[in-house]
């Protein structure tokens, strides 16, 4: 039923003809002046000696060099490399200590948690707190593995590990078991 009225609807619609339209060649196509395009819009230009061009590769960040962001204070640390950060670092011939920090048979003397903080202040925060702790202890870092931010990437895990394996107090770390808190906590054995 519905089939036969649209059958009479199209015949009552004029009929138009079926022109192909052409597209530009991309050699006929020429940049448009910023006036020309203004005008096309109805658009009256500020100024008229601006061309508009549009740009086919997408611009590739370059990669910051590490010995460059060490010279910087602590709140520039946004900068780090976190890409580059290792799950497990150790100082001066100590490669059996993350294995016993993730052993337990070394004491958590205190725990830092470090959610919901920017770059930044994360890493201020973890500076103040590493400088605070008597020299042998062992501390617990909670920064998170990034399952509930945006794209399920971690923020904070690569660059406070970047941070750590930098500051000359931190003899070792090591990622936690999962009752520890698996990748989203770093274990930290300060030096003496």
Same mark, same amino acid.
């Not at 508009?52 to 520039?76: F, G, M, V, W, Y």
């Not at 593995?145 to 000359?168: D, F």
């Given at each position: 039923?519905? @089939?036969? /009225?649209? /059958?009479?609807?199209?015949? =009552?619609?004029?009929a138009t003809?079926?022109?192909?339209?052409?597209?530009?060649?991309?050699?006929?196509? /020429?940049?448009? %002046?910023?006036? &020309?395009?203004?005008?096309?819009?109805?658009?009256?230009?500020?100024?008229?000696?601006? &061309?508009?061009?549009?740009?086919?590769?997408? %611009?590739? /960040?370059?990669?910051?060099?590490?010995?460059?962001?060490? #010279?910087?204070? #602590?709140?520039?640390?946004?900068?780090?490399? &976190? =890409?580059?950060?290792?799950?497990?670092?150790?100082?001066? !011939? =100590?490669?059996?200590?993350?294995?016993?920090?993730?052993?337990?048979?070394?004491?958590?003397?205190?725990?830092?948690?470090?959610?919901?903080? %920017?770059?930044?202040?994360?890493?201020?925060?973890? &500076?103040?707190?590493?400088?605070? @702790? #008597?020299?042998?202890s062992c501390?617990?870092?909670?920064h998170g593995?990034?399952?509930?931010?945006?794209?399920? =990437?971690?923020?904070?895990? !690569?660059?406070?590990?970047?941070?750590? #394996?930098?500051?000359?107090?931190?003899?070792?770390?090591?990622? !936690?078991?999962?009752?520890?808190?698996?990748?989203?906590?770093?274990?930290?054995?300060?030096?003496?």
């Open positions: 039923m519905w @089939q036969k /009225k649209l /059958k009479t609807i199209k015949k =009552q619609l004029p003809p079926n022109v192909a339209k052409e597209t530009p060649k991309a050699s006929e196509v /020429k940049p448009l %002046s910023f006036g &020309e395009y203004c005008q096309s819009l109805q658009i009256t230009p500020l100024k008229t000696d601006i &061309e508009i061009c549009q740009i086919t590769k997408p %611009s590739t /960040k370059p990669r910051i060099n590490l010995e460059q962001t060490l #010279s910087t204070a #602590s709140h520039d640390f946004e900068f780090f490399d &976190e =890409q580059d950060s290792v799950n497990e670092f150790f100082r001066h !011939g =100590q490669k059996n200590l993350p294995k016993e920090l993730r052993s337990g048979k070394l004491t958590i003397r205190a725990s830092l948690d470090l959610h919901s903080y %920017s770059k930044a202040h994360a890493l201020e925060l973890l &500076e103040r707190f590493i400088n605070q @702790q #008597s020299p042998g501390i617990k870092i909670i593995q990034g399952t509930n931010s945006a794209y399920n =990437q971690a923020i904070l895990l !690569g660059v406070v590990r970047k941070y750590l #394996s930098h500051m000359p107090q931190v003899l070792a770390y090591s990622y !936690g078991t999962p009752a520890q808190g698996g990748n989203g906590v770093t274990l930290v054995k300060i030096g003496n």
